[in-house]
């Protein structure tokens, strides 16, 4: 899940999506990821802000995208408070990844399956192509 400030590039966006597994999802964790957001989004980091589906276990899956006075470090650092939350183990699939923009026309949704991984964390799928998130 690790996404060096290098990675971003023109990208000025982030896809997130939390979700349960099967039990339901961390809800410590779901709201440790809202709460980020909306800090960021009463800060001005974030000027849009795009659920794209919602899980039936719990969670969500999400498109946000960073106002353009925003600086990239102001991103990383965003990308790394998102980053520290860690849902707990076997309940909840958790990733954040780059993308371009938040455009509501470009967006698409992906089931919300999870793919266990040899670490005993679980990754979800990724628009666009909804191909599952690489093992951290």
């Not at 060096?4 to 809800?27: L, M, Q, W, Y």
Request: charged share 15%; aromatic share 6%.
């Amino acid at each position: 899940m690790a996404i060096s400030p290098p990675t971003f590039g023109k990208n000025r966006a982030i896809e997130i999506a939390i979700n349960g597994i099967g039990p339901p999802a961390d809800v410590a964790a779901v709201d440790t990821v809202r709460q980020v957001i909306g800090h960021a989004v009463g800060n001005g980091v974030i000027d849009r802000f795009i659920v794209t589906g919602y899980a039936i276990e719990g969670g969500f899956s999400a498109c946000a995208q960073v106002a353009p006075i925003v600086e990239s470090d102001e991103l990383t650092a965003l990308v790394r408070q998102l980053q520290s939350v860690h849902p707990k183990p076997g309940t909840t699939a958790y990733w954040v990844a780059p993308t371009a923009s938040c455009d509501a026309d470009d967006q698409v949704a992906c089931t919300q399956e999870a793919k266990s991984c040899p670490d005993g964390s679980y990754v979800g799928r990724q628009p666009p192509t909804c191909e599952f998130a690489p093992c951290p």
